[in-house]
C-alpha cells in the first residue's frame, strides 16, 4: 500500500538555526498538510497546501515557517530561525479530494 | 467548545472488548476518524467513518457514530498487547483534521 515517507526521523538543530523537513506524499494525492505533535500533547493542524499554494493555515504558523512542492514528488517545511519550542514530532500528510489524510511517521525536531 | 474530547486513559483486560468514547463538535465533518499511535511512531490510520453512517465494522474495530449527540465511538473485540496504545478521535474540519488528546489504552494481563 503506497505511503507516505518523511525524512529525517530525528533531526537534531541549534537554536536559531534554519531546518528543513522533507516528505514525499503518497503520488496520485494533490492535497497536502503538516501537522506537529508537541511531546504529550495533541496533534495539531499547521498548514494545507494545494495547486502550490497554502490553502489554510493556522495561528502557529507564522512568518518563521514556510512550505514548498520543489519537485513533482516532495513536499518540505521549512523552519527559518528555529525556537526550542518548536521541538516537536513533525507529520506530514496527503490525501485525494474528499478523502482521508494519511499520515507519514513524523520527524522528531529536537532543538538545543 | 471548539476541541474534540476523549477521556485520557482506559485500562482494559486482555481478551475483554475496548470501548473508547469521543464527542466532537463540528456536524458538518465529512468523516471521523480514529488513529493509533504507538510508543515514539507516527500516526496510523486505524478507521474511518463518513458522516452519513451509523456504524462500520471492520475485522475486530467496530465505529458507531450519533450524529445527533455528536458522539463517536471505537470498540476492539478481543483486546490484544498489541492494542496498547493511544488512539486520537479526530473529525475532519474544512480542510484540515482536528484531534483529540487521545486515549491511552492500558492492557492488564
Known amino acids: 500500500e503506497p505511503e507516505v515517507t518523511q525524512t529525517p526521523s530525528h533531526q537534531v538543530t541549534q537554536m536559531g538555526q534554519e531546518v528543513i523537513l522533507r516528505c514525499v506524499p503518497i503520488?496520485?494525492?494533490?492535497?497536502f498538510y503538516w501537522y506537529r505533535q508537541i511531546l504529550g500533547q495533541k496533534v495539531e493542524f499547521l498548514v494545507s497546501f494545494y495547486n502550490n499554494e497554502i490553502s489554510e493555515k493556522s495561528e502557529i504558523f507564522d512568518d518563521q515557517f514556510s512550505v514548498e512542492r520543489p519537485d513533482g514528488s516532495n513536499f518540505t517545511l521549512k523552519i527559518r530561525s528555529t525556537k526550542l519550542e518548536d521541538s516537536a514530532m513533525y507529520f506530514c500528510?496527503?490525501?485525494?479530494?474528499?478523502?482521508?489524510?494519511?499520515f507519514g511517521d513524523g520527524t522528531r525536531l529536537s532543538i538545543l | 467548545g471548539e476541541d474534540v474530547e476523549q477521556s485520557l486513559f482506559l485500562s482494559v483486560r486482555e481478551g475483554d472488548s475496548s470501548v473508547i468514547n469521543c464527542t466532537y463538535t463540528d456536524s458538518s465533518s465529512t468523516y471521523l476518524y480514529w488513529y493509533k499511535q504507538e510508543p515514539g511512531a507516527g500516526l496510523q490510520l486505524l478507521t474511518y467513518?463518513?458522516?452519513?453512517?451509523d456504524m462500520k465494522q471492520d475485522q475486530r474495530l467496530t465505529v458507531l457514530l450519533n450524529k445527533k449527540d455528536k458522539h463517536l465511538s471505537l470498540r476492539i473485540a478481543d483486546t490484544q498487547t498489541g492494542d496498547s496504545a493511544i488512539y486520537f478521535c479526530?473529525?475532519?474540519?474544512?480542510?484540515?483534521?482536528?484531534f483529540g488528546k487521545g486515549t491511552r489504552l492500558h492492557i492488564l494481563p
Open positions: 503520488s496520485n494525492h494533490l492535497y
Open positions: 500528510a496527503s490525501s485525494k479530494l474528499g478523502q482521508p489524510q494519511h
Open positions: 467513518i463518513f458522516s452519513n453512517m
Open positions: 479526530a473529525e475532519s474540519r474544512d480542510d484540515k483534521i482536528i
